[in-house]
């Protein structure tokens, strides 16, 4: 596939230059570290740091989402890789202002490795505790008696962006963790694929599926899903993945959600927009109340042809942090 | 290509039906017509309306900016095709406030006759004033000596993000009216094509390009550009961009300007700031000022891959402006 690029082993790190010089008033790189992004604003003194991290490609997840009422830090890893340890634990060192760091990451061996090591060593070699959420939303992969084993997808900005406005509203460490966990506990994802994207590295799609088909839970580097099948409508593929949610997290009349409908790099905005409609009206029929919706790129699979949904169930704590107020390079929120 | 959608012929109004009911605070559907959409803020007494619109098919252009610091209200065309005169009459009845109405699209000949039309009608049937922008901002479209040729591509954002904030500072109708043309005049763009999107109704690419190729100036529905050649490198390509655009509008040393790094579809935002890598760097080699940059997905065709580059040089009172801020769905400032 083409593509805007230079060298294909540069990407990652052109890419974080070129972000670092559009956003100088959020972001700034660590002089320690080249993959660890912090951000620019003064820090409020006795806030608990919350730091975020994962594979490159999936922007604006997770480097876009460093700013007010969301994550303090960024750790950039290369193209769908975890960053290693040394990234995450500069960062934490950095944003530490007595009160410890809250990490958020997705499910996969690769970051609980790195970010578990990162843990240890701040609290090892500079004292700084360090709490963790691991975001386990994609309904598709793992079933629900095993929700441990479950990966990390869009629903992670929701648990981002509740963190975030957490911590600068005073929450504790402990409090910190515990109210993250709830929102990734509230939170339920499914996914479709219906193109591959392909490494700048190796040009090779990252999945094949033939011309008319489409892939139900489709993981967001490619992972296998649970149903290959003829593409079908907006309607019937939301139907879909929205019962999935709904059978795997029930839902009552009158209780209040918020709802991503995501794209995962070359789905139009029209086709999310297509598809937020039919949530709506299932939500509708549901009685379900529709609290706040975003729709748009927030974690995307470089140009992978796709769309997931994501629902959270709020109670009054999460939809005050959902509706504060956010200020990143990718994500404004007044 | 593979599409989420219902039936091809509905996509627009599911599109605007799934938009209007994901951010009811921010945007409304007039009664009256269902391709006018409106901010749901109450207005401003004694504001000079500002009404953007054209093809569907560029979102976040023209939709996703209605709100306050940028639209009142937005005409809805089909896709690629221009809006009859009749959603834009209604919305300026609506959005007029006794003060006039602005209206800003680009220049096409369907835009440039409904549009017009629609003033005519505005002024002859309800004595409302209008004022026109025409957005010019693609050098690739026409030489300088024809610059009333060109067309509007992905600037059009800077001017309405101008005249947006200019209407909410209090600007009379031709002051309005001046500013905008200012913005319009101090303001170019030059894109690159690599993939071709699809309409909905005929499945179709929109042109045809060699696997290794790319088109420099290419439209964005599709028109023919200046040249094509084989695919250069992010860094080649951006300088090409870049170095057109300061030969049509000398820059000097000293001057402030804003930059937009806009992808077309599916050309990922990793590719985009690297883009924006190589025009911070050839900014600063010249002197020129870099005021404030905007990357990422304002103004598509569709699925395309490609981007463009667009560069408005700022006066103190331009730089004023794009520093207002604004809240929209699909584009928030603080």
């Known amino acids: 596939m083409k593509k805007l690029i230079n060298n294909p082993n540069h990407v990652v790190d052109e890419m974080i230059s070129g972000y670092i010089k559009a956003h100088p008033n959020h972001v700034k790189l660590l002089e320690e570290n080249k993959r660890s992004i912090v951000t620019a604003k003064p820090t409020i003194e006795g806030k608990v740091g919350v730091l975020i991290g994962g594979g490159s490609g999936h922007e604006p997840a997770f480097m876009g989402y460093v700013g007010d009422g969301m994550a303090d830090a960024v750790a950039v890893g290369n193209i769908f890789a975890s960053p290693p340890p040394d990234p995450i634990l500069e960062a934490t060192r950095v944003i530490d202002k007595g009160e410890g760091v809250l990490y958020i990451y997705g499910n996969y061996a690769g970051d609980v490795m790195n970010f578990g090591m990162a843990a240890d060593l701040a609290d090892l070699e500079y004292g700084i505790e360090v709490g963790t959420v691991l975001v386990t939303d994609d309904v598709a992969s793992a079933p629900i008696e095993e929700k441990e084993k479950r990966r990390g997808i869009a629903g992670e900005f929701f ?101 991503l409908v995501n794209g995962l790099g070359s789905t139009t905005k029209m086709e999310l927009y297509i598809m937020f409609n039919k949530v709506n009206e299932m939500l509708k029929e549901k009685g379900i109340n529709l609290h706040r919706s975003y729709v748009g790129d927030y974690s995307t699979s470089l140009e992978m042809g796709g769309a997931s949904v994501s629902i959270m169930k709020l109670d009054d704590e999460l939809a005050e942090l959902i509706d504060h107020s956010a200020d990143c390079p990718m994500f404004v929120q007044k």
């Open 159 to 259: 648990i981002t962006k509740v963190a975030g406005a957490a911590s600068e509203k005073g929450y504790k460490l402990n409090e910190l963790v515990s109210v993250a966990n709830k929102a990734n506990d509230y939170t339920r994802s499914m996914g479709v694929g219906l193109t591959p994207c392909s490494l700048p590295q190796t040009g090779q799609p990252s999945f094949e599926l033939g011309e008319d088909e489409m892939e139900i839970g489709l993981g967001h580097h490619g992972e296998p899903g649970v149903e290959k099948g003829k593409l079908q409508t907006a309607d019937e593929v939301t139907e879909r993945l929205v019962q999935d949610i709904l059978t795997d997290m029930p839902i009552s009349s009158g209780e209040k959600v918020v709802v």
